[in-house]
């Protein structure tokens, strides 16, 4: 059974949102559009989508903490820790970010989504149709 794995990332955000602190924690919460910048291998995977669509960015948090089990959630210390399964932490063994968005534009190997919570230079790992 093959343990370890190996993800090469599709392409990468173009947002807006340069720092952490700047970031909402979800993307309901105020989070910009951004562009996802496909490498150009990929950006035939994007026929049969098209503006208005909604998807699901799978994305990996390249400055989470890999090391983190438990957490406060939403950070407020008042609330006891919890495991990072039980949350949306995204400090986390496998950082994967899942992030429902719409489609607001496509040009050539770029779509342009939003509302992404994801800053500038995360890597895109996949992108799947959201199931209704």
């Not at 669509?53 to 390249?62: A, K, M, Q």
């Not at 495991?83 to 063994?93: D, H, I, L, Q, W």
């Not at 994967?96 to 890597?123: F, N, Q, R, W």
Request: negative net charge; glycine residues 10%.
């Amino acid at each position: 059974m093959e343990t370890d794995f190996l993800l090469n990332p599709i392409g990468f955000v173009r947002s807006p949102l340069k720092q952490l602190e700047a970031a909402p924690m979800q993307g309901s919460e105020g989070a910009p559009a951004a562009w996802l910048d496909l490498k150009q291998p990929f950006a035939a995977g994007l026929a049969g989508l098209a503006v208005g669509d909604e998807i699901i960015v799978i994305t990996w948090f390249h400055h989470a903490r890999r090391e983190t089990l438990q957490v406060h959630p939403r950070d407020d210390t008042t609330r006891p820790l919890t495991g990072v399964f039980a949350t949306r932490s995204p400090g986390r063994p496998n950082p994967l970010g899942l992030h429902p968005v719409t489609i607001l534009a496509i040009d050539g190997s770029s779509i342009k989504v939003g509302p992404l919570e994801a800053i500038d230079g995360t890597p895109v790992v996949d992108i799947k149709p959201a199931l209704e």
